[in-house]
Nanobody, 122 residues
């Protein structure tokens, strides 16, 4: 049974940091992504990574602030978020794909976590 278990969300002040974790179990994937969805907005990819080789993608809106990384031994993917802004407030989802990445489109991903809320106060 495939499971993607996210953790690490919460409430933080603007300028603060959070680290999201996504523990993966049940099968091997080729690519992982972090998406976010704010109320009334479409889901967007903020970062993506290839399991093998580690090639990464970051959306322009988070470049220089967010970093995606992975720990192969723990089968866990992280999203390190620094210099957080109120506009980063959203539900953050990790997603797993059976195709080689990094992948940006949500339809490329077959499995999704339950989501974790990130709220940045001004």
């Amino acid at each position: 049974q495939v499971q993607l278990v996210e953790s690490g969300g919460g409430l933080v002040q603007a300028g603060g940091s959070l680290r999201l974790s996504c523990a993966v179990s049940g099968r091997t994937f080729y690519a992982m992504g972090w998406f976010r969805q704010a109320p009334g907005k479409e889901r967007e990819c903020v970062a993506a990574i290839n399991w093998s080789g580690g090639a990464t993608y970051n959306a322009d809106s988070v470049k220089g602030r967010f970093t995606i990384s992975k720990d192969n031994a723990k089968n866990t993917v992280y999203l390190h978020m620094n210099s957080l802004k109120p506009e980063d407030t959203a539900v953050y989802y990790c997603a797993a794909a059976t195709r080689i990445g990094p992948l940006l489109a949500s339809h490329e991903y077959a499995y999704w976590g339950q989501g974790t809320q990130v709220t940045v106060s001004s």
